[in-house]
């Protein structure tokens, strides 16, 4: 059974610190890499994609991987209230026949107090 | 910038009735596919919808369950025979072949 995990939190950081959330996986052959932010009652939005280890920015995100570790990781700079939501880390089940089947974590809550 | 819309937004209906939900993919992707999320639980694939068939499916994607693309743009998941566990937030994805787009969901209320 493939499974992606991660604390479910909530993981509560002051406005303006950084926020780590993390993720591991179980399919050691697994390439794809996605964390999405999820605001209560709305649809998933996707934030970052990575497919090679090392790190990865996009304005205030940044994505970690190590596939040695099965271990996916995003950083939150200068955290504001609004990025407060669930972030899900999704994984691509590689040797399927498509792209975009996506195993879910069951999220982190995260809190940023004003 | 183009967005998977589904609807209706929220489908009530009673145990036992068959119910449709519709969703427009974004019109130059290539896979589309059907998610869903039990209140509180997992986002779960259900099924992928590629070149005008079934690519693949979840364990949890049924007899009970179907999917069409009855014309050009619009793309279906149809349930049968509804049960009570089938209350959940359906989204509708697609993807260009990077990362998957979701729509805003239907929330199906079983009573």
């Known amino acids: 059974q493939k499974e992606v995990e991660q604390n479910s939190g909530p993981l509560s950081v002051p406005e303006g610190a950084i926020a780590s959330l993390n993720c591991t996986y179980s399919?050691?052959?697994?390439?794809?890499f996605f964390w999405y932010r999820q605001y209560s009652g709305k649809s998933p939005e996707l934030i970052m994609s990575?497919?090679?280890?090392g790190d990865k920015e996009d304005g205030r995100f940044t994505a970690q991987l190590n596939k040695a570790s099965q271990y996916v990781s995003l950083l939150i700079r200068d955290s504001q209230p609004s990025d407060s939501a669930t972030y899900l880390c999704?994984?691509?089940?590689?040797?399927?026949?498509?792209?975009?089947?996506?195993?879910f974590g069951q999220g982190t809550t995260l809190q940023v107090k004003p | 910038e183009p967005e998977v819309t589904q609807t209706p937004s929220h489908q009530v209906t009673q145990m036992g009735q068959e119910v449709i939900l519709r969703c427009v993919p974004i019109?130059?992707?290539?896979?589309f596919y059907w998610y869903r999320q039990i209140l509180g639980q997992k986002v779960e694939f259900l099924v992928s919808?590629?070149?005008?068939?079934?690519?693949?499916k979840s364990e949890i994607f049924d007899d009970q369950f179907s999917v069409e693309r009855p014309d050009g743009s619009n793309f279906t998941l149809k349930i049968r025979s509804t049960k009570l566990e089938d209350s959940a937030m359906y989204f509708c994805?697609?993807?260009?072949?990077?990362?998957?787009?979701f729509g805003p969901g239907t929330r199906l209320t079983v009573l």
């Open positions: 994805a697609s993807t260009p072949g990077t990362g998957v787009d």
């Open positions: 399919d050691r052959v697994s390439q794809s």
């Open positions: 990575i497919y090679s280890n």
């Open positions: 999704a994984v691509g089940l590689d040797g399927s026949s498509n792209t975009g089947k996506l195993i």
């Open positions: 019109s130059n992707h290539l896979y």
């Open positions: 919808f590629y070149n005008n068939e079934i690519s693949e």
